[in-house]
């Protein structure tokens, strides 16, 4: 029987691990800081067993490993190297869902050499973004044509009949790695020009998109596009774009919020016994105890009746809640607001929306072709992004144990012989794929 190593117990473990306890031979070891949130998942079965860790529990960490044949790291991103490298030492295979990490691409020959395998960027965003794009890009490059233009755009999202607060979002993963989110810069090719906007400038540059079929949203830049014109093999792009769907509103919002700093990490003075509006005439500079909706409307330039400022009041950022005592910073204090304001309820439904859109060159002709997925989670079940970052994960784990893969190394999924079965079995349990293609020329 191979042994499995779980380390996390967070949103979008579930789908993961109920699944390799469906399969023959496999026993899921489910180690998470807060046991309980592991002993829910396991639920009792056979082959399943829930453990307490600390992830700064070293010995205790390379003791799992060592006794496991694979381990599956949902820790937050910075562990994953040192996981991996007691992995390498112990000779056991591993796989992320997150972004590889130039340091993790730095165990390559290590991984190699070794004869293991270090999977990363098996989820939804990154992973099944990669897959599916290639598998695109791949049947392009069969055909004698070529991609002159890459867009790729994702998002997490209430489902619309879930949309209800107002501003049009519900974390249905990790509150804090979205807002954080919202500070990064940005990068891409446009028309061979590289565009580059600093993170306090994303907000400002979006547009709206509409998908056929489900609706119009916002559309931001997502990170860095630049080097996935070489990691797909888009020699010949010359427009290379990643981005974020949001429903409409929220990013002149977002830009607000940060230009007010309620997206800082600085620990603060002491706040204790202060309330949201006291944090916020912080913010802005004021000790005044006139208007603060007001204040802030003018600090922001807007009219005090925009929907922006609406907003913030609806959130809490003017009011007489006392600020969290176990929190130091703003950012921190504004999480605790949107986790309890902004969370995804028990019997509603999340929506991913992920838009891949290829210009292709033909001898012949020219051609749009689109590649959609628009997956719901399960009323009183599974959120959409908890199986479609688990599942895609889970495939690979199973595909690694059973020698379907045999490869060693630092991998992402873009080769066919990993995206293919992962795509297949998605497409089996409803994670599919709509194309679409037409001649513009």
């Excluded at 800081?33 to 307490?52: F, Q, W, Y």
């Excluded at 913030?312 to 950012?331: Q, R, V």
Aim: proline share 4%.
């Amino acid at each position: 029987m191979k042994k499995i190593l779980v380390l996390g117990a967070g949103l979008v473990s579930k789908p993961l691990v109920r699944y390799l306890l469906d399969q023959p031979d496999f026993f899921v070891v489910m180690a998470s800081r807060t046991v309980s949130k592991a002993e829910n998942i396991i639920d009792g079965h056979p082959d399943g067993e829930a453990l307490s860790i600390n992830s700064e529990d070293n010995d205790m960490l390379e003791k799992l490993i060592k006794e496991s044949d694979l381990t599956v790291s949902l820790l937050p991103y910075m562990y994953h190297v040192k996981v991996a490298k007691y992995c390498l030492k112990h000779k056991k295979h591993l796989v992320t869902t997150s972004y590889v990490s130039d340091e993790m691409k730095e165990l390559d020959n290590d991984a190699k050499d070794a004869g293991v395998i270090l999977l990363n960027e098996c989820g939804l965003d990154p992973g099944i973004d990669h897959m599916s794009a290639m598998r695109v890009i791949h049947n392009v490059e069969k055909e004698g044509g070529k991609v002159v233009s890459f867009r790729s755009t994702t998002g997490a999202l209430p489902s619309h009949e879930a949309n209800n607060n107002p501003l049009g979002y519900k974390f249905s993963w990790s509150p804090r790695g979205v807002l954080l989110a919202s500070l990064n810069p940005s990068k891409w090719l446009q028309d061979d020009e590289i565009i580059s906007i600093p993170g306090e400038k994303l907000f400002e540059n979006y547009s709206i998109q509409d998908v056929p079929g489900v609706g119009s949203f916002e559309n931001y830049p997502n990170r860095n596009s630049i080097p996935y014109k070489d990691i797909y093999g888009l020699d010949d792009a010359k427009t290379v774009y990643r981005g974020t769907f949001r429903m409409t509103g929220w990013c002149e919002t977002m830009r607000n919020i940060v230009k007010l700093g309620w997206l800082n990490e600085k620990p603060l003075g002491d706040f204790k016994g202060r309330t949201y509006g006291d944090l916020t005439r912080f913010l802005i500079g004021t000790n005044s105890t006139s208007d603060l909706a007001k204040s802030t409307s003018d600090f922001l330039n807007l009219s005090i009746y925009s929907t922006v400022v609406k907003r913030f009041e609806w959130l809490g950022l003017f009011g007489d809640e006392y600020l969290p005592e176990d929190k130091n910073n703003a950012l921190d204090y504004f999480n605790v607001l949107t986790l309890r304001k902004m969370f995804l309820g028990e019997n509603e439904r999340d929506m991913i929306v992920m838009h891949h859109e290829f210009i292709v060159k033909k001898l012949q002709n020219s051609e749009y072709i689109t590649s959609t997925l628009v997956d719901y989670g399960v009323h009183g079940g599974d959120s959409a992004i908890s199986r479609t970052v688990a599942l895609p994960a889970a495939i690979a784990v199973k595909m690694i144990l059973n020698e379907e893969i045999m490869l060693n190394g630092v991998y992402i999924p873009v080769i066919p012989e990993i995206y293919d079965p992962i795509l297949d079995e998605l497409d089996q349990v409803g994670i599919k794929f709509i194309d679409e293609k037409k001649i513009i020329d």
